[in-house]
Every structure is written in structure tokens, then in C-alpha cells.
T-cell receptor
Framework: DAKTTQPTSMDCAEGRAANLPCNHSTISGNEYVYWYRQIHSQGPQYIIHGLKNNETNEMASLIITEDRKSSTLILPHATLRDTAVYYCIVRVAVGNYGQNFVFGPGTRLSVLP | ETGVTQTPRHLVMGMTNKKSLKCEQHLGHNAMYWYKQSAKKPLELMFVYNFKEQTENNSVPSRFSPECPNSSHLFLHLHTLQPEDSALYLC???????????????FGPGTRLTVL
């Protein structure tokens, strides 16, 4: 089972910031938070990841609360091409090599003109 | 373009057919993955390979048979599939399985499989 909970869907007006929340209340100290997105019928695309500090790259910003139990992905100026399903993932360990990601249902973000 | 290619992009097969899906990564990565995405379901990890060795098999039926001849290529051989196996099959690669900084997975575009 996924270790995160996200809203099923969200709308955002084009040009405005999209703030996507994620709860991961059982996250352990050495687990990272990853965000991926999947545009319809394409493979998932990596967006950003973080451990404790807030992170920013050319695509988005990631804000992690001090207790690390939740995070928010921010797309500063959403465009129509940002319409996708956004997955918040906490790295889990499986066996001795654990590197797989458990993808939950994600948040379907619709950017509206 | 993510550096991970998959062929074919679409495949229709009967339940008695044998077919293979191919994945190739041009990123110099050492780990490769097969995922299955059924309609309206989250991605499900199927297999993990690291340095050509299978490290994870998530209880996948034997009608799916992976093959990893080298770190750049990954195959999924299919035989006697069922209609419920119809799904988008995604391949991914990452630089390695550890340390954490190598976690980023690059996904291919997927193969849309329909089993009649």
C-alpha cells in the first residue's frame, strides 16, 4: 500500500500557482519524498524530491513541513500542459535492494483556461 | 524524450500468442524496471533488475517472463495471456539501486497491450 494520501482531483486556473498537498504521516527519518507526474497515456515523469529542506528546480518547488508529515508541490505558473496525474511517493524498502516506488492513485490536476 | 525507449508502442495479441516487449535505455543506468498500469489503477511494480540480475519479482504470474541480457536492454516475454492482462506496460531505469541520490527513475512511453 502507498504510504501517502493525496486529494483525488484539483483544478487550477492557467497562470496561477498550483499547490498539491500530500500527507505522509508515517514517514521515517531516512525516507525521501518524491513527486512524479503522468500525462495521459505517457510514462511518469520525475519532478522533484526532498528529505527535510524545501527544494526548488526549474519545474516546481517542494515544501516539506518541519515534522515531515506532509508536503506540498508547487507549480508556480500552471499551464495547460501541466494537466496530469501527480504522484507523491515515499521511498520504501523492499528486500535488500529496495528501490521501487509505490505509486498511489495520485491527484488529477486539471489546469483550466 | 527521457532516454528510455519502448517497442512496440501498441500491441494487440490473442490469448494463444507469444510476443515480447522491448525496452532500451541510453542513459548508462544499471537498474531497470517493469511496471504494469491497468485502467484506473495505480502503477504496479512487476520486476526489478540491477546489473542484469533480477532483484525483485512482485508475485507476477509466470506467463510474464522478463529477460535482461545487459544493463541497457530489458525484455518482457508474454505467452498465454488473459484479457485482464490488457494494460499499459512501462519500463523505467535508474542509475542504480543505492545510494539514495540515484533514485530518480526515468520512464519510457509504455506499450499499450490489448489481449483479445
Amino acid at each position: 500500500d502507498a504510504k501517502t494520501t493525496q486529494p483525488t482531483s484539483m483544478d487550477c486556473a492557467e497562470g496561477r500557482a498550483a499547490n498539491l498537498p500530500c500527507n505522509h504521516s508515517t514517514i521515517s527519518g531516512n525516507e525521501y519524498v518524491y513527486w512524479y507526474r503522468q500525462i495521459h497515456s505517457q510514462g511518469p515523469q520525475y519532478i522533484i524530491h526532498g528529505l527535510k529542506n524545501n527544494e526548488t528546480n526549474e519545474m516546481a518547488s517542494l515544501i516539506i513541513t518541519e515534522d515531515r508529515k506532509s508536503s506540498t508541490l508547487i507549480l508556480p505558473h500552471a499551464t495547460l500542459r501541466d494537466t496530469a496525474v501527480y504522484y507523491c511517493i515515499v521511498r520504501v524498502a523492499v528486500g535488500n535492494y529496495g528501490q521501487n516506488f509505490v505509486f498511489g492513485p495520485g491527484t488529477r490536476l486539471s489546469v483550466l483556461p | 524524450e527521457t532516454g528510455v525507449t519502448q517497442t512496440p508502442r501498441h500491441l494487440v495479441m490473442g490469448m494463444t500468442n507469444k510476443k515480447s516487449l522491448k525496452c532500451e535505455q541510453h542513459l548508462g543506468h544499471n537498474a531497470m524496471y517493469w511496471y504494469k498500469q491497468s485502467a484506473k489503477k495505480p502503477l504496479e511494480l512487476m520486476f526489478v533488475y540491477n546489473f542484469k540480475e533480477q532483484t525483485e519479482n512482485n508475485s507476477v504470474p509466470s506467463r510474464f517472463s522478463p529477460e535482461c541480457p545487459n544493463s541497457s536492454h530489458l525484455f518482457l516475454h508474454l505467452h498465454t495471456l488473459q484479457p485482464e492482462d490488457s494494460a499499459l506496460y512501462l519500463c523505467a531505469s535508474s542509475q542504480g539501486l543505492a545510494p539514495i541520490s540515484y533514485n530518480e527513475q526515468f520512464f519510457g512511453p509504455g506499450t499499450r497491450l490489448t489481449v483479445l
